[in-house]
Structure formats: C-alpha cells, structure tokens
C-alpha cells in the first residue's frame, strides 16, 4: 500500500525514491511545491488518478504502452492525455503549478510522439493535485512536537486485577491482541469487546467491530464463554455507556475495569469514562492501557504513516479542548507545551482527523 502523506520538506531530503511515492489526487496547502523543483525518473515513479469508481494505477512505463497497441518502437504521445503516461524514460522535471487546485505540472511538447520531454507548457496544473512527505512521515522538529502530544495523550496506568477488560472498538487490531493478551494473564475473568462501525471503519469493514475483535482474540486462545459482545457503539461515549449496560443485563460486578484503547486515546477514554460512566464514577476505578508501542512503531499499513498519526492526535487534542463543553468529557489542562506543538503542527500543514 502506498503511504498517503501530507508535509513537503525541502530538497535536502528529496530522492527519486522519496518521489516515486508521491501521489496524484490528494491537495496540498498552498502552494508549498513551489519551494523547489527536482528530476525525477518516470519510470520507477508510481503515480495515481482520481476517476469516478476511486482511485485506480496508472502506468507510466512507456515500454508496456506500446506493448498494449503492438507497436515496439512507438512511445506514448505525452502526459497531455489524462492517462498521463510519459513518452520515454528521460527525467521529467517536477515544477510548481498556478491553476486551480493543482499543485504542479509536467512540462512536455504536447503532441510529441518521440523522444523526451522538452518543454512545452505542460497545462497549469489545474488537473495535478499532489501531497508529498519525508518516507518517514515528520522532520525533526516534527518528531519532537510529536513527541509532546504523544506523552501527554498517554496515561500510563499500572494495571491492577480488575473485574473486567474492555477492549474499545478500532481499525487497529493491535488492541484487540493487547485486549486478549491481558486476559490471558490473568488480569480480568471477563473480556468485552465494544462497538459497531465507527469513524475509521465504516465503508472500510464490512463485520463490526466487536465482531473482528472477537475473532482475534478466539485465535489467540480466549474462551468464547469468557468474552461479552457490544455491537452497538459508534463513538468513544457509547462504548462506555453501553458497556456499562450489557455488564449490569449480566449481573457482572464492575467495581474496577480496565479499558484498553490506541496509544494516543489514552487520555480521552479516561475522560471520556469519568463522565459518561453511568454508576458514580467514585465507585468504579477505571485502568486505561493499550498496545506497548512507541511513537514510530505505531504507523503500520492497516493503521497508518506517521503522519496520519500526527493527524490523529491533533484531532484527539481538538476532542479534549472541546468536547467537555459539550459534556462528553471532564475537563483537562492543556499545558501550554502541548497547545504550542498543537499550534506549530497545524501550521506545518498536518489535519486534525
């Protein structure tokens, strides 16, 4: 799976291969490409169009173009045709574009049949929307801004026996393997898994949640009897609240609970639970935990790049500053450290998601 990434970084970093990854259909902001220019061989470039039924790959080999019309010799007339295949292997220059949304163009003769590209003007780029980043995901000065929201974001809780472990309803199966493997340990006699389709999974899973959850952990050798199914939560606040109600329809005492959750949601399942669990909260102790990952083995291809790591937890800082006036959470202090990083990371170009 090709990375969709969001942040342009100057030349000092910028490679071929960094290059080949560069994705058509996606917006950058402003007009950040126009920092630099950089060759690049078509060839070994993966590019992608936007059509009507999504996105689909679109060839720049030259070679397998005229393969396909049975002509050895002949080469694709120029990136003028929407299939915006580049009529040999010479390097094509990467130029700022100014017309509507796009980002760059591709300076080619227009109605070339031969040879490389020489110039031309290459339309203005009206058509060409790129968003391009580091392989990695963030610079440094990132990574460090990261750094912050993700310490803050993480509780780091002491587990500690508990009448039940919930495990929150995600697109990331790593939390229903921690999920599971805390019941293998013995932390809990019962495992629930909450939720049905939420933010990130609907149009993506067809089973819910709880569902897929369940079959990760049946394979990694949890008791069907052991495990409560909630399938009808769709957000933070419903799998507690409805959590809370299949543990009571079970006479299941919930004294002290411990929710497993992203990394980076740590925080605001915590306030999330202190506000919305039905019973008085001083009655039940709530243990937040999650997968043992770091800040960079967190990206995978089922999850995301660092950068869509970065999106997330600017949109759970987002959560965590709004949400308590509208009563989903209690509210916390957002240390001036984090609202600084919260600042430049937004006008670095990343998107609260």
Known sequence: MLPTLSRVKPP???????LSRYILGHEVRGNELS???????????AWRLKVTAGIRNVSTSCTLCAKARGNQKKKDMSEKKLTRHFIDYRRVKLMAGSGGKGAC????????EWGGP???????????????QHERGMDEESE?????????????HRL???????????????????SAALFLEGWAPWLLFTGNLGKQTAGVWTRREADVFLDVALRMG?????????????????????????????????????????????????????????????LTRAIVTSPELGIFEYPHPAVGTACDLICYMLGVVERIRDYPHKGF??????????????????QAGYSPK
């Open 12 to 18: 000092r970093w910028l490679s071929p291969d960094i």
């Open 35 to 45: 920092l630099f220019s950089h060759s690049i061989s078509p060839k070994s470039a």
């Open 105 to 112: 163009c591709f300076h080619s003769e227009p109605r070339k």
């Open 118 to 132: 020489d110039g031309g003007n290459g339309g203005d780029g009206g058509n060409i929307i790129i968003k391009a």
């Open 144 to 156: 460090k801004l990261a750094r912050i929201l993700w310490d803050y974001l993480r509780l780091h």
């Open 160 to 178: 500690e026996k508990s009448d039940v472990i919930i495990g929150l309803g995600c697109h990331d199966l790593r939390v229903a393997e921690r």
């Open 222 to 282: 949890v008791p069907r009897g052991s495990i409560l199914l909630e399938t009808e939560a769709t957000n933070t606040g419903e799998n507690i609240r409805f959590s809370h109600r299949v543990l009571k329809e079970r006479n299941i005492p919930a004294s002290r609970v411990i929710l497993v959750q992203q990394p980076f949601m740590e925080r605001r399942v915590y306030a999330t639970f202190l506000r919305q669990w039905p019973e008085q909260v001083d």
């Open 329 to 346: 959470q209690v509210e916390q202090q957002l240390p001036p450290s984090v609202l600084c990083a919260y600042n430049w990371l937004l």
